[in-house]
């Protein structure tokens, strides 16, 4: 296979909005496409090298770009085989080593092949192939249920491998994959619920609420003495929170796998600001540095393994039991997150305002019949605030004026489209600022700019920002038809990805009225 084929079905699947649509041009290229080729094929089409960040800039891939090609001739596997020399590069001299390869590579291609290659290396291949869509498009190549595929996803955490076991082994092989202690899964994530009351009545009795706590989602492994920690984002963080290990290594139990939150307490217990917490897996928001006297506190919530038995696939009251009996020990009880099982509405309404006391977001409600689905937000889980927040992309930034001359403030917010597509503009915000964010944003948001314009930047859909508001509104002034309502800056998410981010089918959710 021609990687000008892979190029016409990036360019065909960037020019529709139909999901299906999306998912029906991939599925014909893999269907299309030999063994060797279909991880790369894959990974391309969902926007990344199956070999990862490959440490090529921007400005290197366009310093390299030669004349380009007259015909297309590059094969998909002499790609791939490219790609992969360029990771396995390193020592002393790599960087002419790197560089020609890249101006080999990129002499071969065609003007089309490129700007595919560019976009690609750069990490800027942005074509409307969401997960979801590739993983559709996977299962009707293979033949297979997209629940098969999902599920294999879901615990390998590897889409190019998923799709190769899809399209050479069948159900048999996805079937196959199953949970391993020390490969993280995919996280169980929550929707917004609208109220309390509204996600008690959505779910029914047989619930726990739970609080919500301003902290970074973790996922815990123990294998014997080894002990892992893992991020919501799959970045394994183990030799930067130590504390954390030594709480989960001094466990009464063998193998584990547990979910939940950590954050910075202060010496009343109450939390710390976010930043605190998140300075301990890198820079934040606000470009914070590491505080060694910050130390993170657990608080688990979901047991997905235990002493040789897998439990994604038991209810969640089944896993609640688990956890309560490896946790049931007095040293080891502040572990659990905070909450009660099938409260009535006033023990509910007793846990959110015992949450928003100690200084928390709010709660999560819980069916407890659901089983574990990883890497999806479903409605099983609903997370409830008192403040309507969202994560939502920043599009581009405006100079600002008066005190803030010559300080990029005005952020342009896009939600995120459900169906693949570019994130959608649903307003703007120069309020929540502290004159430190301000700093922060004008020194950060040049190395994302797409466009430099008269009045400010257009973004690259890369960094998430998580907005306070009152509610939505009808307006024709945005393409979603949705505008946000006092919206306000809380603070950016370092550990969310663009494909993290609120969809604009949530905001429209907050509209009032028919």
Known sequence: ??????????????????????AAVIADLLRRAGIDEVEPVTGWLAGEARQGRLGVGWRTLSRLAGEPAAAPSLEVVEVDGALTDLAATGGAGSTARRDATVTALLAAA?????????????????QGALEGVVLDAVAAAAGVPSAAVRRAFMLSGRLPGTAALALTGGVAALDAVR???????????????ASLDAALADLGPGVTVEHKLDGARIQVHRDGDVVRVWTRTLREVTGGVPELVDRVRALPCDTAVLDGETLALDDDGRPRAFQDTMSRFGSGAGGETADEGVLLSPFFFDLLHLDGRDLL????????????GLLSAEEHAPLRMPGVREPDPGQAAAVLDAAL?????????????????????????QKVKPVHTLDLVVLGAEWGY??????????HLGARDPDGGEPVMVGKTFK????ELLDWQTRTFPAHAAERTGW??????ELVVEIALDGAQRSPRYPGGVALRFARVVRYRPDKSPADADTVDAVRALLAGP
Not at 115 to 125: A, C, D, N, T, W
Not at 184 to 192: D, E, G, H
């Open 1 to 22: 296979m021609l990687l000008a084929d892979v190029v016409t079905a990036s360019a065909a699947v960037a020019g529709t909005r139909s999901r299906t649509g999306k």
């Open 110 to 126: 065609t003007a089309e092949e490129q700007h595919f290659l560019v976009r690609l290396l750069s990490g800027e291949l942005r």
């Open 179 to 193: 949970l391993e202690v020390g490969r993280p899964v995919r996280p169980m994530l929550a929707s917004p619920g």
């Open 313 to 324: 696939d038991e209810p969640l009251h089944v896993r609640l039991d688990a956890l309560a």
């Open 357 to 381: 006391d100690a200084g928390h977001e709010g709660v999560v409600v819980k069916a407890l019949g659901a089983a574990y689905a990883a890497g999806r937000r479903g409605r099983a889980w």
């Open 402 to 411: 008066g005190r803030r001359s010559g300080k990029l403030s005005n952020i």
């Open 432 to 435: 929540g600022m502290t004159d």
């Open 456 to 461: 400010g930047l257009r973004l690259r859909p």
